[in-house]
């Protein structure tokens, strides 16, 4: 890739191709620190996510249906720093778009795919934290190992299915249908059917189910919480099982603040790519979504005991000791 040395001159994205883009212009200094930043978000997401999938993979202790889902956030998350930030850095900082037709069509089925995923997760956190907290005692019957791991592979296939129908349906893999693109752009041409489709499966549905389901979450938590504090104050014995409820309620909690996270993150995005034309404004609020993805384990290790011990545990490499998976991680009541 070849800068130019003076500004009066164009510069093409692909100099011997005639429909080829016009490439935006930088200084030296502009590169460097771009990349620079961009790849150490990157490796800071992937680093942070890949401790929590080695923590729940390798502690049998974490081996519940919710920690699935965390784990199945996670690896999402992780893809996101390894595939999606590092493409979309580059087709930022070099204003081209660098590796074909093929791979834009590919390209979006994977980040659709991702983030689709990503939010089927947090439905399904929804669901799990509202059978935990409001039917307690159904819970173990209801939400097994099993039926949680057919749960996540379920929505992955679902959205990879409908994410790679999307993409061909809108001429992805045909730039004939893509007349008005110049060469060296890999932009979403979507129709108006497809744009109300694709907003009500994508974000709209599972948003509405999360915020109805939390909504009732919080009423049952507050309400538990005020039976729990009477009883204590009363001097009354306070049972194991009431216990077991206000640890449901943190864990509630805690992952209701990563559910809130992501919906800051989504809904102006979502928004002002039906509003608003700018591109600027579009971008800055694309990278806030990826940023989102290094947020979670943040979250975990304020919150979570066993995030923070698994995680030292892993970093001073006693996870190769003999016997390392088997150990008690917590020290409290928490998930």
Known sequence: MAYETEDQETQYCFPNINSSCVKGKRSI???????????????????????VIISISHFKKLHTPTNMIILSLAVADLLIGLIVM???????????????????????????????????????????RYVAVCHPLLYPQKVTMAKMLMCLCLCWLYYSAYNTAFVINNGYFDSSQRTDMCYGDCLVMMSFSWILTDLCMSFIFPCVIMITLYLRIFYVVHQQVKVINSLMKGGKCVTEGSVKRKSESKAALTLGIIVLVYLLCYIPYYICTLTVNSSTTITVLEWTVLTNSGLNPLIYALFYHWFKKTAKHILTLKIFYP?????????????
């Open 29 to 51: 200094y502009e590169y460097i620190v771009m990349y620079v930043f961009f790849s150490l978000l990157s490796a800071w997401t992937v680093f942070l996510n890949l401790l």
């Open 323 to 335: 016997g390392s998976s088997l150990i008690n991680i917590f020290t409290e009541h928490e998930l």
């Open 86 to 128: 590092p493409i979309q850095a580059i087709r930022l900082i070099e204003t081209c778009w660098y590796f074909g037709e093929t791979f834009c069509g590919l390209n979006s089925i994977i980040i659709g795919v991702i983030f689709s995923a990503s939010f089927s997760n947090l439905v399904l956190i929804a669901v799990d």
